[in-house]
């Protein structure tokens, strides 16, 4: 068959044999651009998958900073609370302690009140003792 088709090309001269020419390129040309479409296919498949794996990568970063990120502040909640709940306990010791001294004041000045009591009292049996030293030093000179 190719003979056939040699032969016709060949009786049409020049313009056949450039017929030839231009079909024989134009198979080249297209059994060229095939493979550099399959090439083409395969480059755009390839960067298909490293886009896949650096997407993934991109998550997997992403999710470990938003991991660590939840972790600290659960960490700092919960730190937060036992910060609270020891104020708390350091308040309720304060106020019990503010109570005591209170308590401990009021039974001072209560005392201090009865002290401040007796001592006017031993003023007064002092002034008392002292009239009656000078009554009864008047009364030996009386007599």
């Known amino acids: 068959m190719e003979e056939s088709i040699f032969s016709v090309l060949i009786d049409y001269g020049t313009l056949g044999i450039t017929c030839g020419v231009l079909f024989w390129l ?6 060229r651009n095939d493979l550099l479409i399959v ?6 498949e390839k960067l298909r998958s490293s886009a896949k794996e650096e997407e993934q990568a991109i998550r997997d970063r992403w999710m470990a900073v938003v991991e660590k990120y939840d972790s600290e502040r659960e960490a700092f909640v919960d730190e ?10 350091q308040m309720k010791e304060v106020l019990k302690e503010l109570d ?24 007064s049996e002092a002034r008392l003792k002292e009239l009656a030293r000078s009554a009864s030093k008047k009364i030996q000179s009386e007599n």
């Open 26 to 31: 134009h198979v080249q040309n297209t059994k």
């Open 39 to 44: 090439r083409f296919q395969e480059q755009i």
């Open 80 to 89: 937060r609370t036992q910060l609270r709940s020891n104020l708390a306990a």
């Open 100 to 123: 005591n001294m209170k308590s401990r004041i009021e039974s001072v000045a209560v005392s201090q009140e009865s002290q401040i009591q007796m001592m006017k009292d031993l003023a």
